[in-house]
């Protein structure tokens, strides 16, 4: 018969290896979200560069699409979290 104390590390390992698994899928699925969010915002940068005049709706959806950034990036920064080359 196992005590109690030896059932309650089994559940806590168990518990911080479901945890881990989160933690990784969660990574990459931020990770691949900040690379489409840069190249968001690469686009709106260029929209902006190449247009005519000032437009406010652009100009809203450039600071828009960097705050996005800015925030994915702080958060894998927090995580600190890499990017691997490819």
Do not use: C
Not at 76 to 83: E, F, M
């Amino acid at each position: 018969m196992e005590s109690r104390s030896n059932k309650n590390a089994k559940t806590k390992r168990h518990r911080k290896q479901k945890i881990g698994k989160l933690h990784k899928s969660y990574d990459t699925y931020l990770l691949e979200l900040m690379e489409v969010t840069q190249e968001k915002w690469n686009q709106q940068k260029g929209i902006v560069h190449k247009s005519f005049g000032y437009n406010p709706e652009s100009e809203y959806e450039l600071k828009k699409a960097e705050a996005k950034y800015f925030y994915l990036f702080r958060e894998a920064r927090q995580r600190q979290l890499r990017n691997s080359p490819k």
